[in-house]
Antibody
């Protein structure tokens, strides 16, 4: 069965960096687009970034230039490099699988999330 | 960016009730809407995709409709397991956007 397991969250000071990982299993990772979606405490869902099976990437304006999505197909792992973190980046970060390899479809599986807290 | 306006923000209902949640898009997005269910402390779970297609093992009491700018999620005969927060999401174009969410709680 499809499993997505995020890791790498924690408490970090403003301006610092953090890298999240998402280990995938149960499907053909290299043939799937993958996303990061976040949820601030008590708030709604915010789409963050997508990477297609051929490494095309799109970002939300709120993270563009600071966050980088990448993937290692040999390790079936998705990454989110977060630089110059701000207090407003505090959220649970979910990785999610796109039904489609280009990233043009919906999110059919989600991980359990990893919490990032940006605070001094 | 496409705005998704969801209503109501909270809905109080009883077991057995029929509930309807609405999502309006700021521009036409065809059928490219998904609905997700989220319970406290858990990841969202896909319920409906392509406006009206039921996902996998989701019970048939859930249904979706709409196209263009107006979409609805309906739950017939609400069950205890259905009390949760529901989000709509458009995947017509990037950046993908979600509605603000509708919390369905017990009356």
């Amino acid at each position: 069965q499809v499993q997505l397991v995020e890791s790498g969250g924690g408490v970090v000071q403003p301006g610092r960096s953090l890298r999240l990982s998402c280990a995938a299993s149960g499907f053909t990772f290299s043939g799937s687009a993958m996303h990061w979606v976040r949820q601030a405490p008590g708030k709604g869902l915010e789409w963050v970034a997508v990477i297609s099976y051929e490494n095309n990437q799109y970002y939300a304006d709120s993270v563009k230039g600071r966050f980088t999505i990448s993937r290692d197909n040999s390790k079936k792992t998705l990454f989110l490099q977060m630089n110059n973190l701000r207090a407003e980046d505090t959220a649970v970060y979910y990785c999610a699988k796109d039904l489609d390899k280009y990233g043009d479809s919906y999110l059919d599986y989600w991980g359990q999330g990893t919490l990032v807290i940006v605070s001094s | 960016d496409i705005q998704m306006t969801q209503s109501p923000s909270t809905l109080s209902a009883s077991v057995g009730d029929r509930v309807t949640i609405t999502c309006r898009a700021s521009e036409s997005i065809g059928p490219w809407v998904a609905w997700y269910q989220q319970k406290p402390g858990k990841a969202p779970k896909l319920v409906i995709h392509t406006a009206s297609s039921l996902q996998g093992a989701v019970p048939s009491r859930f249904s979706g409709s709409g196209s263009g700018t107006e979409f609805t999620l309906t739950i017939n005969s609400l069950q205890p397991d259905d009390f949760a927060t529901y989000f709509c999401q458009q995947y017509k174009s990037y950046p993908w956007t979600f509605g603000q969410g509708t919390k369905v709680d017990i009356k």
